[in-house]
């Protein structure tokens, strides 16, 4: 009998261990997950990276020559080998964690043409993502919608936002390879003038490239192309059912837009992306952007409530718009030059800002004032998305890649969200030999340059500290501004949302060696700061607190 009593209080012993360690897992757990949630993600600060697919990392070689695409090309305009999978392992290494990215935007993966163009350059192959020739399917040199799903899952385990790039404004150029679309879906001249609202909208951007007729309501059938292609790969049925449910639902007429509206979302619908970074806008009724934003906005709910478990915050989906030449000095308007738009009031909570690369001349307290200023008054709920270098601006702020550090400052410090083009981190150049216009711009990742250049790896290091510092930090880039000191440079930003604040001062340009860094009025007197940069932890006194370094930077924050 004594030996059953031992037996069993050992048992309940274990049971008992067992739910203290349960306890202590959950605990754990809920730890965790508090410090994970105490940093709000707001896309107003986002630090966002972005990407040529094809041009960033291989991580299937396997699927690196599909369709027969083997035609000698111009310099830089073949494809490459970058893929899905090759962004994937990326995001698994750690890459745009330790650089401090809450979110990806990488080129169209959908299926491009088949055929190559050559307009003067070369011939061309749509390596660049831009060239739809089927939006339902994802292209073979980019890898499979189950890559696609994999990457997205992968980046929200890492906290990490996907935004898909999508073109509604035209299909891809008519090759041998590849027929224009039907008249009733497409038009094929004139070429856009740029002068005035009609010849913005109405036309094609270059020579053969079919415009889309997004002002169309007229009802059309699918292309019989599209049609044979479909049932070729044993999926007609399928996707005449789903787009028989999608018209039904929204009680849209079978115009052109309609149907690719449909097969945008249908990537949110399955996959749960966060975003969509629109090519093309102003080139395209801003009536269609509402209601692609109003489709994408419902696909995104639905996939919520199927995938609770995977939500990552209660941010509605985000749509950036690429308005070409919009800069955030014109405020919440896009001038045609006889008709302005509110691109703002069709879905876009942010549109590119191609005025930065300008600004970046003038000094920082400059740039950062004029943007806490615009930001807080013509765009306040909205935001723009700031760049310093694309993939289709030839004349980006650096070009020789002479100024890698004060890139980092500008484009990482500046109010409003980031957008690092991939090498801006880490040098990449953009000035290759034998490469005509935007292709230059678009060489292969310089993956060997960070493995073995010590400059390169500074450099690096510089923008991933800076990076980081900005994911940790909302106040950096959804914060409100203001001037510390002027010599030494040292400023704030404070960012209040309901119960939470966050605040952070920062010192540019300043002297090596010993340095009294002014605080007063921003924190109080004996608040212990840590600066980040410099890994320095600091006592406030007498207004100002003192470092030590050979840094020409601090970015210091609470100690909590």
């Not at 409003?416 to 292969?444: H, K, M, P, V």
């Not at 510092?469 to 440079?489: D, E, I, M, Q, T």
Request: net charge negative.
């Amino acid at each position: 009998m004594k030996k059953l009593l031992v037996v069993l209080s050992l048992i309940s012993l274990f049971a008992g261990c067992k739910k203290v360690q349960k306890k202590q897992q959950t605990v754990q757990t809920i730890v965790e997950e508090t410090t994970k949630r105490e940093t709000p993600f707001v896309w107003e600060g986002a630090n966002i990276y972005f990407l040529l697919t094809d041009r960033f990392n291989n991580g299937n070689p396997n699927n690196d020559v599909n369709f027969q695409r083997t035609e000698k090309t111009g310099v830089l305009r073949g494809f490459e080998g970058g893929d899905i999978i090759g962004i994937t392992k990326k995001i698994e290494e750690g890459y745009f964690t330790d650089l401090g990215i809450n979110a990806i935007w990488f080129t169209p993966v959908v299926e491009q043409i088949h055929g190559a163009t050559d307009e003067g350059t070369g011939n061309t192959y749509g390596y660049h993502g831009y060239w739809a020739k089927d939006w339902t399917s994802i292209d073979p040199n980019f890898g499979t919608k189950k890559d696609l799903e994999n990457l997205v899952k992968t980046a929200h385990k890492n906290g990490i936002r996907i935004l898909l790039d999508v073109v509604l404004n035209h299909t891809g150029p008519v090759t041998e390879k590849d027929p224009v679309w039907p008249d009733d879906w497409v038009r094929t001249g004139p070429k856009c003038e740029f002068t005035t609202y009609e010849n913005t909208t109405a036309c094609t951007l270059v020579e053969n490239l079919p415009d889309i007729l997004t002002e169309s309501n007229e009802a059309v059938e699918l292309p019989d192309a599209l049609l044979a292609k479909w049932k070729n790969e044993g999926r007609l049925s399928k996707e005449l059912d789903e787009l028989q449910l999608f018209f039904e639902r929204t009680g849209y007429p079978r115009a052109p837009r309609y149907y690719i509206i449909k097969w945008l979302t249908d990537y949110i619908n399955d996959l749960g992306v966060d975003g969509f970074r629109v090519d093309t806008v102003k080139h395209v009724n801003e009536n269609t952007w509402a209601d692609l934003y109003t489709e994408a906005s419902y696909a995104f709910e639905t996939w919520k409530k199927k995938h609770q478990n995977q939500i990552l915050d209660n941010n509605p989906f985000y749509m950036v718009g690429e308005v070409y030449n919009y800069g955030i000095s014109g405020g919440r308007e896009f001038d045609f030059g006889n008709k302005k738009v509110d691109f703002f009031n069709y879905g876009f909570k942010s549109l590119i800002n191609f005025e930065l690369k300008n600004d970046a001349h003038n000094s920082y307290e400059t740039i950062f004032k004029k943007y806490n200023k615009l930001l807080n008054t013509k765009l306040k709920d909205k935001s723009v998305l700031n760049y310093l270098t694309s993939h289709d601006d030839g004349a980006p702020f650096d070009k020789d890649r002479a100024k890698p550090y004060r890139s980092a400052n500008v484009l990482l410090l500046t109010p409003g969200a980031s957008q690092i083009y991939y090498g801006d981190e880490t040098a990449r150049s953009l000035t290759i030999e034998g490469a005509q216009g935007d292709a230059t711009l678009r060489s292969f990742m310089n993956w060997k340059d960070l493995d073995s250049i010590p400059e390169t790896q500074k450099i690096h290091k510089h923008w991933q500290k800076l990076g980081q510092f900005r994911n940790n930090h909302p106040a950096v880039g959804a914060g409100k501004h203001n001037r510390l000191s002027k010599s030494p440079y040292v400023f704030s930003r404070t960012y209040i949302n309901g119960d939470y604040k966050d605040k952070v001062a920062i010192g540019l340009d300043l002297p090596k060696g010993k340095k009294s860094l002014s605080v007063k009025g921003f924190f109080g007197d004996g608040t212990k700061l840590f600066d980040t940069y410099s890994e320095t932890e600091v006592i406030v006194a007498n207004g100002k607190v003192i470092l030590d370094n050979d840094f020409d930077i601090a970015l210091l924050e609470l100690v909590e």
